[in-house]
C-alpha cells in the first residue's frame, strides 16, 4: 500500500502461495507482471515474475490457462531466450511433481527459443533418464550436448565438471562406461583441474558402488584420490567400499 513495487506484489503472492492459496498467488504475481509492464526502472525482468506466475497456474492445476494468457499477452516476444526461462521453469515443475513424460515437450520448446543454453539439454537428458522406462541413449544424447554447448558458454553458471557428471552416469546406465571413459580421455575438457577430473571418478565409483560392484569401484575411488588426495570423501567412499566387498577388508576400511 505506502510503494506498489512489483517485487512486494510478487512477495505476497509467494506467501500465499506457501499457505496453499494458489488463488491469491495468481491474483498477486499477476499483478506484478502487470506492474512490471510499466515499471521500466525494476531491477528485475518480466521473465522473473512470469517464474512464479506460471508455478502458481502449475499448482492450482491451471497450467494450460497459464500458457494460453503468456502466448496471449506477447510479452517477451523479442526475448526468446527470456521466454526460454519460462518454458523450462515449467518442465522443472512438472518433473518435481511426478509427471516426468509431461515435462518433455516444454523443455524442447526451452531449446527451441534458445538453442545455446546448456542446462536445457542436461534437463531434457535427466527426464529422459527419469521415465518408468529410461532411455538412456536419448540421455546420453541431450547431456553430451549440454557438454558441448558448455565448452562454448562461459556465462553458464554450472561447470563442465556438472554436466560430466550426468553424462557419466548416462553412460553407466547404458551399459557403456568405457566409452565414456574413451571420450573424457579423448576431449581432456578438464585434464589441466584434477580435482574436477576426481569428482567425475568418485561419482563413477559411486554408481559402480551403488549398483553392487564394489571391486570395479575401487579403482575409480583409487583413481580420484590419485588427482586428489586432500578430498576426505573420496577416502571414506574406498574405506566404505572395502567394507562392502563380498569378503570384507576391514584392514583397508580402517585404514
Known sequence: ELDKQPMYLCNRGR????????????????????????????????????????????????????????????????????????????????????????SIPYYEKAISLDDKWPIYECNLGLTY??????????MIEHCQRAVELRRDTPTDPYGLVYYYDFLAEAY?????????????????????EPKKEARIYNRIGNLLAKGQKEQEAIIYYEKAIELDSESPIYECNLGLTYGKLPKPDLDKMIE
Do not use: H
Open 15 to 102: 506467501a500465499y502461495g506457501s499457505l496453499g492459496q494458489y488463488d491469491k498467488m495468481i491474483e498477486y504475481c499477476g499483478r506484478a507482471v502487470e506492474l512490471r509492464r510499466e515499471t521500466l526502472t525494476d531491477a528485475f525482468g518480466l521473465d522473473y515474475y512470469y517464474e512464479f506466475l506460471a508455478e502458481a497456474y502449475f499448482r492450482d492445476n491451471r497450467l494450460p490457462e497459464f500458457e494460453k494468457l503468456f502466448e496471449k499477452s506477447d510479452d517477451l516476444k523479442e526475448e526468446e531466450k527470456k521466454k526460454a526461462i519460462i518454458y523450462n521453469r515449467i518442465g522443472n515443475l512438472l518433473v518435481q511433481g511426478g509427471q516426468v513424460i509431461e
Open 129 to 138: 533418464g527419469k521415465l518408468i522406462k529410461p532411455d538412456w541413449d536419448k
Open 172 to 192: 553407466f546406465r547404458a551399459g557403456k562406461l568405457k566409452k565414456f571413459e574413451d571420450e573424457f580421455e579423448k576431449f581432456g575438457d578438464i585434464k589441466n
